[in-house]
């Protein structure tokens, strides 16, 4: 019963979406690969290095700390047959407010509101900002309907690459800030195995400005 009931909502869904497309007629659709994108663009590589050279100087600061609350806990355990209960409850409360002053810490740097948020607010949603209108502006140019980001997560069974408008948004990003060349453009394993390296755009220098 189960199956007939599944069976008979895929065939509403095909039918639905069959109505749609016939209704949309011929609008157009075309998806781009914000991974491939970002990583043609040289200012978000900045970005992100300077994110991480921050997260690395925080993680051992977070360290040191973790090392100095393990170290009282050890001592803790090793001396507490010896402390009298007013020396146990020092300590106690020593460790305890230096567990605290690791957890504030922590949020201070990795919390919702935190500094990598805020630095990333900062330096990253500029430049996301710019191919999101880049987007747009070039959707409304070709008479785009709908454009699907790739790399959104959103489950993408089938592409075909001439489809792929991803080089047309970079070229408009360059008309606002540096993008990779065209034709020096490169995938990494994460967007794909394969090299960019179509003609066109900018031809000289490394960047586009």
Known sequence: MK????LLLLALFMTLGAITVK???NQKIAYVDTDYILQNIPEYGDAQEEINQMS???QKELKALSDKLDQMKRDYQTESVLLSDDMKNKKEAAIAAKEQELASLQMQ???P???VFTKRTEL????????????????????YAFVIDKASGT???YSNDKFDISDDILDEVGNVMQTVRRQDRKRTSNS???TKSSGGGNKSGDVKK
């Open 23 to 25: 209704a949309q007629g």
């Open 56 to 58: 690395v100087r925080w």
């Open 109 to 111: 740097y990795y919390g």
């Open 192 to 194: 794909a195995n394969t």
């Open 124 to 143: 990253i949603q500029p430049i996301q900002e710019k191919i999101y209108n880049a987007i747009a502006q070039v959707a409304q140019q070709k008479n």
């Open 3 to 6: 199956t007939k009931t599944s």
């Open 113 to 115: 509101e935190g500094e």
């Open 155 to 157: 489950t993408v069974l």
